[in-house]
């Protein structure tokens, strides 16, 4: 097995930064169907050039690369513990390189381990098969999209939707209840793997499991195939859009699968999956761990550039921030205008606002920009460099970021998803305002990066420091101003009546 570690890790390294075909199809069609001009396709040029400059620059395409999970299928009396250990290898070399994160973080004591492998990480599946190769399959699914991953025990009831009850029309309503709870905050426009029936555990790992479908397959149980294709079409309707800014692209691909239950339960168990859809598989040969074949793409077809025209063009309309900022300059801004912040910034995230609330800061974040970003880092030599920095999910520093706006004077906060009541109320209070990053642009952000300027809180691990960056040219979108408006608020009350909508539409 001389090949075996190699193989591995071009497998994650391919996984990690160029995205599979079906993929890539279903984003270009997302795009083109999103009305010109709109944040949501601002949006989406931004992924399209991201794409393009993770595989150019074989960086990660997002520096979430999630708990790596890979399903092995290996012939009778091939040695299974070999393979995991080659796994292990593989990922780790892979994290040194800077192709994947470190995202090992122990639940009892908060460490990271530096290099993806710990307690149950990562999770290798093997099976045996009657076949004569090895077949590896590896998903990257980040944590923004795995938190909004939701399971249904019905009957229920549903906001805007009512009673879901233990039939199809049941099954459809915790379906398209689990696009409008998931917003933008996991990077839409997504991908559904669904599992109807099972138990709690079980069922999660097969509604997962259907995400190494192909986007462009057809379900054999044709039940399923209307379910899914009808789940395609109304989903599109409810306007959450790209990032959840609002519009037509939210979700790209719904796979859905049916297993047996107990007659006491029924849980409909939805694996929620954001656009950068990282999953790839090889064919290996089974004595010497040479990669064979590639699953899910064709290694003779050229990879097609994404970017429409010049990616993300600038209209000069931007509103240009040079932190540190002032209120007057916070309350001038409102929801909708494109800023471009050129300067420094600083980043920080769970154990940074968890550290604010008892501590003084490291760096005077008076007039800062907080960037909510784990950012995956590479020490050559004494400097650092940014391998990917895209936003993380806003939402879960909710508890705190009012809190940090008023003791430390932060004007802007930066990130995806957008932020609750608490944050919207210190916004106005203080002067300061929430800007919407593009999720999962990890290498268009980073190319906005000039130079790192310092790290400090290292002790909680390199996506957790609070890395202190100057940038250039760094896009996002103002969807929280000082005046009380709230894009995020706005799409919610608007995707929820159209939920209600589709509630109340007659059935075929
Ligand atoms: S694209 Fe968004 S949800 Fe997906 S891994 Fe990246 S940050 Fe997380």
Redesign the pocket.
Known sequence: MEFLSTSLLELIVQTSTNLPPDVRAAMSLAANTETPGTQSSQALDIVLSNIDMAQQDEGPI???T?LPTFVVHTPVGVNQIRIKKAIREAVAEATKLGKLRPNSVDSLTGANTGNNLGEETPVVHLEQWEQDEIEVKLILK????ENKNIQYSVPCNLDHLGRADRNLEGVRKCILHAVWQAQGQ??APGVLGVCIGSDRAHGYDLAKEQLFRTLDDVNPNPTLAKLEAEIMEEANKLGVGAMGFGGKSSLIGCKIRAANRLPASFFVSVAYE???FRRLGVGLDASTGAITRWLYRDPSRAIERMARGEGFPLTGREVILTPPLTEAQMRALKVGDVVLINGDMFTGRDNVHAYLMKNPPPFDLNGAALYHCGPVMLKQGDEWSVKAA?P??SIREEPYQGDVIRRYGVRAVIG?GGMGPKTLAALKECGAVYLNGI??AAQYYARTMEKVLGVKLTEFGIPEAMWHIRVKNFAAIVTMDAHGNSLHADVEHATGEALEGLAAAPRG
């Open positions: 997002c520096q979430d999630g980040g944590g923004g999209c996991g990077c954001c656009w950068a895209g993380t999910t995806k999720g999962g």
